[in-house]
């Protein structure tokens, strides 16, 4: 048999249930080994995936990074006692990297087991990296549209008529899949010879569902045996006894087995329209016998052909064998990163794990990102051709070659505002995204020099444009942290890229073991040696920098940014040309500004390699203005949140020598 599931009309969409997991089987149906007598059919039992509604397309920025594809399709074919399978998952969205040979690269694993060369032989593995106009993985030409059940359908007892189920089709189409399940399997019990073969079946009727119910106009009709298409039922059998043979509208399968029986009924109606289809018990079980089926699904099948643009994609086709059993696989895969940028000496679109790149295509990519649809690289501050080659600048490592200073494997996993992303990205190169004067910037925290001079003293030559209270004392405040954010120690929380992307953390000063930590989460760095720098520095920067300061500025001082660094002088607080380096800005209730900024100090810069580089710059803003926004904005949201929409499945038998049929989207 075979079950498929198709996306819907829409780029982005939801991912819906594949089967109901409501229904319970009682034999073999957690080891999914073969059972007993002819008849059974090995392989899953579960069909469930395990995303659910409302999973999230990942968007793979940076060289690579692990995801957990979708699966949107399942195609099953009973081949004699074994099953075969073609799955297709959907791993990210977006035009990903070339992966290589996937079995040499090991990027693929099955149940956490890698998949090379020298294990799962048999198994085709079939990718498509998610261009606009890729190729459709060959046989996935139908789209099924599934809705659950999961209904037993008793046959009658004891007077009591048989459990019947009335399915009202949503939209006209030419021909339903039924599938059936015999979850305690179908078999009787002989006293002299054990389990023995039995039939089970269903009665199946129709009518327009259009129309109210009419005995005389509208009355319900036999459905059709089509008998090759539906080589496991019959319609005239003998031995049936009491029950009804050679009926039109009874379907009848036989087996010899305590395993769950899986059968799938394709019904084709004389013409396409909208039926109401009503399915009936017929063989009660007894103490002796196992005959009763459960309605899990019924699917409406229509014909399409999908490539899946802008969707990266892989493909399995094998045979379930022990090690797969019970369930259909889950999946990881070491996802190459999205193409962003162009190769300078080739002009091919490579990927790339600079994060002021990859930034960038989050605010400017128009599928899933920010859309913004502005030049970049205008603006007061320098561009981001400087921001770029700044985190692109080779660092030493001890021991081991140079590397960039910043890098970026990065996963948009979730449907979380397009700032909430942008802010972690931002976080592995010291970066911020901010608002000023109505315009949203980027900014960044690097070795600096004075840009301005703040003056309290009551007696100077220059300027007083730290504003005083009304007593006369200087507005500066100093602001220590409190108890609790007194840190000894840092510990960053990064996904290692040697060792698989498990999570690991590095702590700071290397092997002490801090009483009261910073913690950091960095779930854009994948390598120790960028975890350690950033550590080191965040460590300097709670240590050698930990007082803010407060003030009130005067006019015309209302053009500094955050990350700007200034000079403070005040006789108050013992301070002369003290630096400090803004963190926020903004207007006092007389229009004056009022700056909030942190101590700082060269030291925490003093042993990245590339600070001495910048120590002359009149600004530290690291990207220029790149949205201006309209009144009212709450946060930025991506265009099309990268969400994919399962619509439907369907199921299906095939005998072996039929063609595989697949998904695909209207």
Same mark, same amino acid.
């Given at each position: 048999?075979?079950?498929? !599931?198709?996306?819907?009309?829409?780029?982005?969409? !939801?991912?819906?249930?594949?089967? $109901?997991?409501?229904?319970?089987?009682?034999?073999?149906?957690?080891?999914?080994?073969?059972?007993?007598?002819?008849?059974?059919?090995?392989?899953?039992?579960?069909?469930?995936?395990?995303?659910?509604?409302?999973?999230?397309?990942?968007?793979?920025?940076?060289?690579? =990074?692990?995801?957990?594809?979708?699966?949107?399709?399942?195609?099953?074919?009973?081949?004699?006692?074994?099953?075969?399978?073609?799955?297709?998952?959907?791993? /990210?969205?977006?035009?990903?990297?070339?992966?290589?040979?996937?079995?040499?690269?090991?990027?693929?694993?099955?149940?956490?087991?890698?998949?090379?060369?020298?294990?799962?032989?048999?198994?085709?593995? +079939?990718?498509?990296?998610?261009?606009?106009?890729?190729?459709?993985?060959?046989?996935?030409?139908?789209?099924?549209?599934?809705?659950?059940?999961?209904?037993?359908?008793?046959?009658?007892?004891?007077?009591?008529?048989?459990?019947?189920?009335?399915?009202?089709?949503?939209?006209?189409?030419?021909?339903?899949?039924?599938?059936?399940?015999?979850?305690?399997?179908?078999?009787?019990?002989?006293?002299?010879?054990?389990?023995?073969?039995?039939?089970?079946?269903?009665?199946?009727?129709?009518?327009?569902?259009?129309?109210?119910?009419?005995?005389? +106009?509208?009355?319900?009709?036999?459905?059709?045996?089509?008998?090759?298409?539906?080589?496991?039922?019959?319609?005239?059998?003998?031995?049936?006894?009491?029950?009804?043979?050679?009926?039109?509208?009874?379907?009848?399968?036989?087996?010899?087995?305590?395993?769950?029986?899986?059968?799938?009924?394709?019904?084709?109606?004389?013409?396409?329209?909208?039926?109401?289809?009503?399915?009936?018990?017929?063989?009660? $079980?007894?103490?002796?016998?196992?005959?009763?089926?459960?309605?899990?699904?019924?699917?409406?099948?229509?014909?399409?052909?999908?490539?899946?643009?802008?969707?990266?994609?892989?493909?399995?086709?094998?045979?379930?064998?022990?090690?797969?059993?019970?369930?259909?696989?889950?999946?990881?895969?070491?996802?190459?990163? !999205?193409?962003?940028?162009?190769?300078?000496?080739?002009?091919?679109?490579?990927?790339?794990?600079?994060?002021?790149?990859?930034?960038?295509?989050?605010?400017?990519?128009?599928?899933?990102?920010?859309?913004?649809?502005?030049?970049?690289?205008?603006?007061?501050?320098?561009?981001?051709?400087?921001?770029?080659?700044?985190?692109?600048?080779?660092?030493?490592?001890?021991g081991g070659p140079q590397e960039p200073l910043w890098r970026l494997n990065y996963l948009i996993a979730d449907g979380a505002p397009g700032e909430d992303h942008i802010r972690q990205i931002l976080q592995t190169c010291r970066a911020h995204l901010i608002e000023h004067d109505g315009l949203v910037r980027i900014v960044q925290d690097i070795a600096g020099s004075s840009v301005r001079t703040f003056d309290a003293r009551k007696t100077t030559d220059g300027r007083q444009n730290v504003v005083a209270e009304q007593d006369g004392r200087s507005s500066l405040r100093r602001i220590p942290p409190p108890q609790d954010e007194q840190y000894d120690g840092v510990v960053i929380a990064f996904l290692d890229a040697d060792d698989e992307y498990r999570e690991k953390t590095v702590t700071w000063p290397e092997g002490s073991t801090p009483k009261n930590p910073l913690e950091l989460n960095y779930r854009g760095v994948a +390598?120790?040696?960028?975890?350690?720098?950033?550590?080191?520095?965040?460590?300097?920067?709670?240590?050698?920098?930990?007082?803010?300061?407060?003030?009130?500025?005067?006019?015309?001082?209302?053009?500094?940014?955050?990350?700007?660094?200034?000079?403070?002088?005040?006789?108050? =607080?013992? !301070?002369?040309?003290?630096?400090?380096?803004?963190?926020?800005?903004?207007?006092?209730?007389?229009?004056?500004?009022?700056?909030?900024?942190?101590?700082?100090?060269?030291?925490?810069?003093?042993?990245?390699?590339? /600070?001495?580089?910048?120590?002359?710059?009149?600004?530290?803003?690291?990207?220029?203005?790149?949205?201006?926004?309209?009144?009212?904005?709450?946060?930025?949201?991506?265009?099309?949140?990268?969400?994919?929409?399962?619509?439907?499945? /369907?199921?299906?038998?095939?005998?072996?020598?039929?063609?595989?049929?697949?998904?695909?989207?209207?």
């Amino acid at each position: 048999m075979i079950l498929l !599931l198709a996306l819907g009309p829409f780029a982005v969409v !939801l991912i819906t249930t594949l089967i $109901s997991t409501g229904i319970s089987f009682a034999i073999g149906a957690i080891t999914g080994k073969p059972g007993t007598g002819s008849g059974s059919t090995p392989g899953f039992d579960r069909l469930a995936n395990s995303k659910g509604e409302g999973a999230f397309v990942p968007v793979v920025l940076g060289k690579e =990074h692990p995801v957990e594809p979708l699966l949107i399709s399942v195609v099953l074919r009973t081949e004699g006692q074994k099953q075969a399978f073609d799955l297709l998952y959907v791993a /990210s969205h977006g035009t990903s990297g070339d992966p290589g040979d996937i079995r040499k690269s090991g990027r693929l694993k099955i149940n956490g087991e890698k998949v090379g060369e020298g294990n799962y032989p048999d198994l085709e593995i +079939h990718h498509r990296t998610g261009t606009a106009n890729q190729d459709a993985i060959p046989g996935f030409n139908k789209v099924g549209s599934p809705f659950d059940i999961g209904l037993l359908l008793e046959g009658p007892k004891d007077g009591n008529p048989a459990i019947s189920h009335e399915y009202e089709m949503r939209a006209d189409a030419k021909e339903i899949q039924i599938l059936l399940t015999f979850a305690s399997g179908l078999y009787r019990i002989s006293k002299s010879k054990g389990v023995r073969g039995v039939y089970g079946g269903v009665k199946i009727e129709y009518r327009d569902a259009t129309k109210a119910h009419d005995p005389l +106009h509208n009355p319900w009709r036999a459905a059709p045996l089509d008998k090759p298409q539906n080589p496991d039922w019959e319609n005239s059998v003998s031995g049936l006894g009491q029950f009804p043979s050679g009926v039109p509208g009874y379907f009848y399968t036989r087996a010899s087995s305590t395993s769950p029986v899986r059968r799938q009924i394709e019904l084709v109606f004389p013409t396409k329209g909208r039926y109401v289809v009503r399915v009936s018990g017929v063989i009660e $079980s007894n103490a002796a016998r196992q005959s009763e089926p459960t309605l899990s699904s019924v699917i409406e099948i229509t014909q399409s052909e999908d490539t899946y643009p802008w969707y990266q994609l892989i493909a399995l086709k094998g045979v379930v064998t022990d090690s797969l059993g019970g369930s259909v696989p889950s999946i990881e895969w070491l996802s190459p990163g !999205l193409l962003v940028t162009n190769d300078p000496a080739t002009g091919n679109a490579v990927t790339s794990e600079n994060p002021f790149i990859l930034a960038r295509e989050v605010f400017q990519n128009t599928r899933w990102g920010l859309g913004f649809p502005v030049s970049l690289d205008v603006g007061v501050g320098s561009s981001w051709q400087d921001a770029i080659d700044r985190a692109a600048t080779l660092t030493s490592v001890a021991g081991g070659p140079q590397e960039p200073l910043w890098r970026l494997n990065y996963l948009i996993a979730d449907g979380a505002p397009g700032e909430d992303h942008i802010r972690q990205i931002l976080q592995t190169c010291r970066a911020h995204l901010i608002e000023h004067d109505g315009l949203v910037r980027i900014v960044q925290d690097i070795a600096g020099s004075s840009v301005r001079t703040f003056d309290a003293r009551k007696t100077t030559d220059g300027r007083q444009n730290v504003v005083a209270e009304q007593d006369g004392r200087s507005s500066l405040r100093r602001i220590p942290p409190p108890q609790d954010e007194q840190y000894d120690g840092v510990v960053i929380a990064f996904l290692d890229a040697d060792d698989e992307y498990r999570e690991k953390t590095v702590t700071w000063p290397e092997g002490s073991t801090p009483k009261n930590p910073l913690e950091l989460n960095y779930r854009g760095v994948a +390598h120790r040696t960028q975890a350690a720098r950033e550590a080191r520095y965040q460590y300097l920067l709670a240590t050698l920098t930990p007082d803010f300061w407060e003030w009130r500025a005067g006019w015309g001082d209302h053009d500094l940014l955050p990350m700007d660094v200034v000079a403070v002088n005040d006789d108050h =607080h013992g !301070l002369t040309s003290a630096l400090l380096r803004l963190y926020a800005t903004g207007h006092g209730s007389r229009g004056e500004g009022r700056m909030v900024a942190r101590d700082y100090d060269a030291g925490v810069y003093a042993n990245d390699p590339v /600070s001495s580089l910048f120590s002359t710059r009149e600004t530290n803003t690291s990207a220029p203005a790149v949205k201006k926004l309209p009144p009212g904005v709450g946060t930025l949201q991506f265009m099309n949140p990268p969400v994919l929409k399962v619509l439907s499945i /369907s199921v299906r038998v095939e005998k072996a020598d039929l063609n595989v049929v697949t998904v695909s989207a209207p």
